[in-house]
């Protein structure tokens, strides 16, 4: 296991330490409590707001890279470029589609069960990980650790505080996975987020008329159907209607992109060249530890008719990206045993903060609520009325839901009652 530390910076405020996850899964830590710190820069500009004084002064906080990925142990699925364009979501035509993406989605499964870390499959788990976080904590000496989790890594720090309750002190879980973790439920939720996103980049789009997407959200939303159907049938600079989709979802993480979004689409209507983007760093890992922990921490279905139907149910009821979110996957295939999954629940120290953006597309508000329900007591929940992916701190700037998590960092206090943070002008 590759671990960092940023020491505290004032060692006689020190309280212990504050265990980090960026989220996931498949995506190294060990820089993250440099860009919580504000010492790295990451993209998009502008800079992002860095985790207070206070907080860096109780806490050494630690990073690590998750077993799996980056310095420790890292798998490899052998992931073709052609594979990889694919993305996340690739969104099938139809029912045919569907069978021909199941032959794809074999094949990788295939790959992953071939490869030169095929023997590490069964040990690439959400669980796994959490015993090595133990394990990190046994090495620091710590006889408790704190714990900031993003996205992914709200289901890993869940699991951990589950498993290990007597060893967790303040847990912050910021844009929740539900509590079956990442399963099929929350893959086929991701239609949802993105409709319940989407209207914030529809706003902006039609605020700025420079763009030429429609000057009301209803002629964007329009706009991003007619796209999405021109270049099905005739792809622009490499992007077909399925990669638009993904596309367009991947920016709506943060409201920084929104105006790289609208770029991008304005030069795919007008067929100009695309914005620059910096290409991601070791992506045959990322992809391959994704699989490894998604497939492994749970059982999908794996008759192709059962997605097919579901497909053709989610293109309906959510027509941007829900037919990508419910297609087949390679976890149908996957070639190794799934390990019994860990039931969260409500027993333990009641130690966890949650945070949840309202309109967050890749961890939608539903599941955060099925968590909260979940853990019972143990839970306080704050939500928060803006977009995007990320509630506390980076580029997210609402200050009362900051203030709370900031304060039961520092102090262990938690509000008495699950709080409801109102949109902020910023």
């Known amino acids: 296991m590759a671990v960092s530390r ?4 004032d060692p006689s405020q020190r309280r212990g330490v504050l265990v980090t996850n960026p989220g996931g899964p498949g995506a190294g830590g060990l ?8 010492n790295l820069s990451p993209q998009p500009q502008p800079q992002p707001q860095p985790l207070p004084r206070s907080v860096q002064d109780q806490y050494d906080v630690i990073g690590f890279d998750p077993r799996g990925v980056g310095h420790s142990s890292p798998v490899t699925c052998d992931v073709t470029p052609e594979q990889i364009a694919r993305r996340n979501l690739w969104y099938p035509a139809d029912a045919a589609g569907v069978r021909k993406d199941a032959e794809i989605a074999k094949a990788m499964a295939r790959q992953c069960a071939t490869s030169e870390t095929a023997a590490l499959l069964p040990h ?8 090595d976080m133990d394990r990190i904590r046994e090495a620091l000496g710590e006889p408790k650790i704190s714990y900031l989790g993003v996205s992914y890594g709200t289901y890993l720090g869940a699991v951990y505080t589950t498993m290990f309750p007597q060893h967790s002190d303040r847990f912050v879980l910021d844009s929740n996975l539900g509590p079956g973790g990442y399963d099929l439920t929350a893959m086929r939720r991701l239609g949802r987020g993105l409709e319940d996103r989407f209207p914030d980049f529809a706003k902006f789009a039609a605020a700025n008329p420079q763009y030429g997407l429609g000057t009301t959200p209803k002629q964007v939303r329009a706009k991003f159907f ?5 270049l099905e049938k005739s792809p622009v600079q490499g ?11 991947d920016h709506l993480y943060s409201d920084v992109s929104m105006p790289t979004l609208a770029a991008a689409w304005k030069a795919l209507d007008t067929n100009q060249p695309m914005p620059p983007e910096p290409p991601p760093a070791n992506i045959d890992n990322a992809v391959s530890g994704r699989l490894h922990v998604i497939c492994g921490d749970s059982k999908w279905p794996s008759s192709v008719r059962d997605y097919q139907r579901a497909v053709a149910v989610h293109r309906v009821k959510y027509p941007l990206v829900g037919a990508a979110a419910a297609n087949i996957g390679p976890c149908a295939f996957w070639p190794s045993p799934v390990e019994r999954p860990v039931r969260i629940g409500d027993r333990g120290p009641s130690n966890v903060l949650m945070v949840q953006n309202l309109r967050d597309p890749g961890t939608p508000l539903v599941g955060a609520r099925e968590l909260r329900n979940a853990f019972g007591g143990r839970a306080r929940m704050v939500t928060v009325d803006q977009g995007g992916h990320g509630a506390y701190l980076l580029f997210a700037k609402n200050m009362c839901a900051n203030n709370t998590v900031t304060t039961f960092l520092n102090t262990g206090q938690r509000p008495r009652h699950d709080v409801a943070c109102a949109a902020e002008a910023g």
């Open 6 to 9: 940023l020491p505290s910076k």
């Open 31 to 38: 820089i993250y409590p440099g860009l919580l710190a504000g």
């Open 124 to 131: 690439i788990t959400t669980a796994n990980t959490a015993r």
């Open 226 to 230: 007619d796209l999405a159907a021109r």
């Open 239 to 249: 992007v077909d209607g399925s990669l638009f989709r993904g596309i367009t979802f």
